[in-house]
């Protein structure tokens, strides 16, 4: 490996501490949610959103009262190959199987195949270290499995059915004399 190249990987190495330092309480209420939606550590999750700019769309979402919406898109992995060692080529173990970036469904392209969670604020409030005690008031958490289909943008509709079928459609069934 050249000086060069081990050089830009400490760069990054610092600069992914840099941010690791600013993640707070709000960061990990989200973090955490995630991670435990999929079952996997919050430390996977935290690698994967202090690359590029997402901490800075944690930040909007919590402090400009106009964002309402946040959402976290987790593409199925790959399914493991029984054939090398360790389910990989070259036989050395993958780092992380989750992968996790947040998107606002426009810039990003989504994957067929995932999960999206997303957080809607409630309010028009910053969240503030201050007022971090009311996030589970502020905030309410869903989300949506999403699966490759045959048919372009079929996934997003068969998500959304799932959720009505399994959420919507039985918690309104058991309101009774509403609307």
């Given at each position: 490996m050249s000086v060069v190249s081990l050089a830009v990987q400490q760069k990054a190495r610092e600069e992914?501490?840099?941010k690791?330092?600013?993640l707070d309480a709000r960061h990990n209420h989200l973090l955490r949610t995630v991670a435990d939606h999929l079952m996997v550590p919050q430390t996977d999750i935290e690698d994967n959103i202090l690359e590029g700019f997402q901490i800075e769309l944690m930040d909007q979402f919590f402090l400009k009262p106009a964002i309402s919406l946040i959402m976290f898109c987790a593409p199925?992995?790959?399914p493991i190959d029984a054939t090398t060692p360790n389910g990989v080529a070259g036989g050395k173990p993958p780092k992380s199987r989750v992968k996790v970036y947040i998107t606002d469904c426009k810039a990003e392209r989504m994957e067929p195949d995932c999960t999206i969670m997303y957080f809607i604020k409630t309010v028009e409030k910053p969240i503030t270290l201050e007022s971090v005690?009311?996030?589970h008031?502020?905030?309410n958490f869903?989300?949506?499995e999403l699966?490759?289909?045959e048919v372009k943008g079929a996934h997003m509709v068969k998500g959304i059915a799932e959720m009505l079928h399994r959420v919507y459609i039985p918690a309104?069934?058991?309101?009774n004399n509403w609307g």
């Open positions: 992914k501490e840099h690791r330092g600013r199925k992995p790959e005690m009311l996030m008031k502020w905030l869903g989300y949506l699966a490759r289909t309104l069934t058991n309101f």
